[in-house]
């Protein structure tokens, strides 16, 4: 953005990453990513929207809200408490300039200014839909990706709008899944800027950095697709607990993205935005696993070439100009280092 425009008083870009207490190393991770892969890291901001820093959100604990069209318990401990945060970007820019939010899971593999710079054709939010078989605007949309014009959502009051949750005004599948929003206002991004599979790490059992601990998220209720599922499903809660018969998250199937994650994180302990007791604590309180260490040790020593991105990230990839260009591979050049680094060394 041009030193004139930032004196009218626009603010710069930003790209806001979402996080709570147990995922701010991937917050980390993923802020390592975007800076990482661009080559106009003057041109925007990146900043960290934490559940924290929100105490409304507290202020609810084991209230009942309505999701889905049921009670359900609000708990600031679910992994992805920090969801409602999805609306905020807007009143943190004071309803000016443009803003990308994304969860903690999102990792950049192309140069995100392509995205932020891009022609929203006057449109107040560019994302995904839910359906991977249909790209039908009027159906559910996926917000763990958006592009905002800020200055076209001041009717975005995060703490009014979760509150209504609990007093039945509002349902937070329809919320999270853009429903009140006025379709004329919303564009459709290409996959490539939210790969539900791979880029975005969406199917939450299979995280890297949780493989093997309990499984800690609140999975939706299927109402809309299998009734009786969701009937089964209550009945558990009612029993047992939200949790029970859950089990682990389990291993990562696909070793592109493990080794994407471990040499971002690598990355990270090169210049200090992660450190070894960031690590360790976070091993403690179960929010990462302890064979951590031993898989970043195992990466790093298993050759000396980075490792490449699946090929349909980088195949039938729109104009520059449009959607930016994936890179053919991640060049990270730490990843070809022949022995574990200090930290995993270091850490019991």
């Not at 626009?10 to 790209?15: D, G, I, L, N, T």
């Not at 106009?40 to 507290?58: A, S």
């Not at 939210?194 to 093997?212: A, E, F, I, P, V």
């Not at 450190?275 to 360790?280: C, F, R």
Request: aromatic share 10%; net charge positive.
């Amino acid at each position: 953005m041009s030193k004139e425009v930032e004196k009218r008083g626009r603010p710069k870009h930003c790209v806001f990453i979402l996080a709570n207490h147990k995922n701010i190393l991937s917050a980390h991770i993923g802020e390592k990513s975007l800076r990482y892969f661009s080559t106009n890291n003057d041109k925007f901001d990146v900043k960290f929207i934490e559940t924290k820093d929100h105490p409304f959100l507290l202020a609810r604990e084991g209230e009942m809200l309505l999701r889905n069209g049921v009670q359900r318990k609000w708990h600031m401990n679910d992994l992805q408490s920090f969801t409602p945060l999805r609306f905020m970007p807007p009143e943190l820019m004071n309803y000016q300039g443009r803003a990308l939010v994304i969860d903690p899971d999102v990792f950049a593999a192309g140069d995100v200014w392509d995205l932020l710079s891009r022609d929203m054709e006057g449109k107040a939010i560019m994302c995904r839909p839910c359906s991977k078989i249909t790209r039908d605007i009027n159906g559910k949309l996926v917000s763990n990706v958006m592009l905002l014009d800020c200055a076209k959502l001041k009717h975005w009051k995060v703490e009014q709008q979760f509150n209504k949750m609990f007093d039945g005004q509002r349902d937070y599948k329809k919320w999270v899944t853009l429903m009140y929003e006025d379709r004329s206002t919303i564009s459709l991004l290409n996959n490539c800027w939210n790969d539900l599979d791979m880029l975005h790490r969406s199917k939450r059992w299979k995280q890297s950095w949780n493989t093997g601990l309990p499984i800690d998220f609140v999975r939706a209720d299927k109402l809309d697709t299998f009734p009786p599922l969701s009937w089964l499903s209550y009945s558990r809660r009612k029993t047992v607990g939200d949790d029970a018969f859950f089990g682990d998250y389990k291993t990562q199937s696909d070793k592109n993205q493990e080794d994407l994650f471990f040499a971002l994180l690598l990355e990270c302990f090169d210049d200090g935005t992660v450190t070894g007791d960031m690590v360790q604590n976070e091993i403690l309180l179960d929010h990462a696993r302890q064979a951590i260490i031993t898989s970043r040790s195992s990466n790093t020593r298993s050759g000396t070439k980075s490792p490449s991105l699946p090929s349909h990230w980088t195949s039938a990839s729109p104009p520059p100009s449009q959607e930016g260009r994936l890179r053919d591979s991640v060049p990270l050049q730490s990843v070809a280092r022949a022995t574990a680094p200090t930290w995993a060394r270091a850490i019991p």
